[in-house]
Every structure is written in C-alpha cells, then in structure tokens.
C-alpha cells in the first residue's frame, strides 16, 4: 500500500485553543477519504495545515515520501498537493474555459510567453476543456462563471485544482451551498475522478459521506477521535454522541 499524504503529530494553537492535537493518520493513494466532524472540529484548520496556508506548531507531514513539513505552498502546489475552499473563490467574469485554460497555463510556464506561443496554447485550451469535459460542465464553458448554477460553480473550483495535476486533492466541503438534492450529482461526478487521484474531503451530509468515502476520519475539539470505514463508524455510538449532542447532521 503506497501512501500519498500522511500526517505525524501535528499540532496547532490558537492562543489556548487547541485546533490541532496530536493529529495522525495515512491516506493511502487512490483512497476517498473522508474527514467529518461538528463545526469548529477543526477541519478546514487541518487542510489550512497541510497546504501550508498556516504554519505548524509541531508535527510532521509528507507528501507520498517527501517530507513538506515546511514546504512553501505553492511547492505543495507543485508536488501535488492541491485543495478547493469551503468560500466559492472565482472570477465571475470569465468562463470555465478561459479560466480553466488560464490555470492549465500556468502550470505549464505558458502564462508568462502568452502571446508567442499560441500553438501550445490551443494545446492548452483543449486540456481545459477535457478537464471541463470530465467534470460534466463542458456544455456552459462559454458562459460567464456568475452565470453558472452553483453546483456548476462548485464543479468549475474543482476542475481549477484538476488543471494543476494534482495527485492529493484536498476538497473543503464541496457541496457547501449546493442545494440538497443536488450534491449526491456533485458528488456522483467528483467520484468518477481518475482512481489515481487522492481525494480527503470534508462534508457533513452523512448520506454522501457514507457513501462515496472508503474511510472516514472523525475530528472533534482538534483530535481525531477515530477512524474507521463506514460501517465501523455508522456503528461506533460515540459518533452518534458527539454529532447529535452538538451539530446533528447525522
Ligand atoms: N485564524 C484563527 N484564529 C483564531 N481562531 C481560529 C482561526 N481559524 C479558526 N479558528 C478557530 O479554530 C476552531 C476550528 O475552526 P475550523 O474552521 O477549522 O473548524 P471546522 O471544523 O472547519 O468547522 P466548520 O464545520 O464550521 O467549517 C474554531 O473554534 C475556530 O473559531
Ligand atoms: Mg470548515
């Protein structure tokens, strides 16, 4: 079992607030992972963590073999180590295709010799719009962004952080927003990704955490409190405790 992201003892304060305890664990590559927890758990603080948005106060995390403990972001970017934000972080303005062209061509140094090139950019653009094209929104990729329905726009940050190549997807509640009947799409369509893709999300509908994850991670009060696969953890009355007792989503 090959591993793409683990994490040894990390550890994160804010003031006396322990956001990170001792936080441990192994997403083996290909893995669906999924990290749930009530809200102020701590979560979105860990993928803050291990893109390097904020700096540990201890611990230890790698990226497959290679130790990114203090690892600029956008090295992790590079390595592979690429997330989507709990807020919607697009340009209204643009459409799918320029923006994911955009993205495509930034990865590939493209961006900075935009107009001598022009060849490759059209290698480019058909990149972006077979990334479009596998998230299932290739058909509104003319459409300015602000007019795309918000699944659509959920689905469009997430072929951003496919243009990068990524190897470890982290995804921040990727249905946040979406309206309920809809996200068992999104979600429908984030599980078609390739299988060569890690993907740890965070999500709070338990129907869709249940179903699309091969193993989840429960957070509460900045600890993993355990781990399991689904149905160890549907069964493990403590879950039910700690999420009725505070959030109840479940
Ligand atoms: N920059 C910060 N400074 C101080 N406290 C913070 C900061 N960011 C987050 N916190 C606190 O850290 C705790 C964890 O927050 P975090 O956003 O990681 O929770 P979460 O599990 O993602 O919650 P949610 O499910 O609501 O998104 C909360 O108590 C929050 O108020
Ligand atoms: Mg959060």
Redesign the pocket.
């Known amino acids: 079992m090959t591993i793409a992201l683990s994490a040894k003892g990390l550890e994160k304060r804010?003031?006396s607030?322990v956001?990170a305890g001792d936080i441990n664990f192994e997403v083996p590559v290909g893995q669906r992972c999924a990290l749930i927890?009530?809200?102020?758990?701590?979560?979105?603080?860990?993928?803050?963590l291990l893109t390097g948005l904020?700096p540990l106060d201890g611990g230890e995390i790698r990226l497959g073999e290679v130790d990114i403990t203090r690892a600029p972001p956008q090295h992790r970017v590079r390595g592979g180590l690429v997330r989507t934000f709990?807020i919607n972080s697009l340009f209204p303005r643009l459409t799918p295709l320029e923006a994911v062209t955009m993205a495509v061509c930034e990865r590939t140094g493209e961006a900075r010799d935009f107009v001598r090139r022009l060849a490759t950019h059209e290698a480019a653009i058909e990149e972006a719009h077979d990334i479009l094209k596998s998230l299932r929104i290739s058909h509104v990729c003319y459409r300015e962004t602000r007019e795309l329905a918000y699944g659509q726009q959920r689905l469009l940050e997430i072929a951003l952080a496919l243009a990068t190549k990524p190897r470890v997807l982290l995804l921040?509640?990727p249905a946040a927003g979406v309206p309920k009947d809809e996200s068992g799409e999104l979600f429908n369509v984030i599980d078609g990704l390739s299988r060569d893709l890690t993907i740890f999300f965070?999500e709070?509908d338990m129907n869709v955490v249940f179903r699309f994850a091969s193993r989840i991670l429960v957070?509460v009060g900045?600890r993993l409190l355990l781990e399991g696969t689904p149905r160890e953890i549907a069964a493990d009355p403590r879950v039910r405790e700690v999420y009725l007792g505070k959030?109840g989503h479940v």
Do not use: C, S, W
């Not at 927890?37 to 803050?48: F, Q």
């Open positions: 804010f003031g607030l956001v927890g009530p809200n102020g758990a701590g979560k979105t603080t860990l993928i803050n904020l709990q921040d509640e965070i709070h957070m900045g959030a």
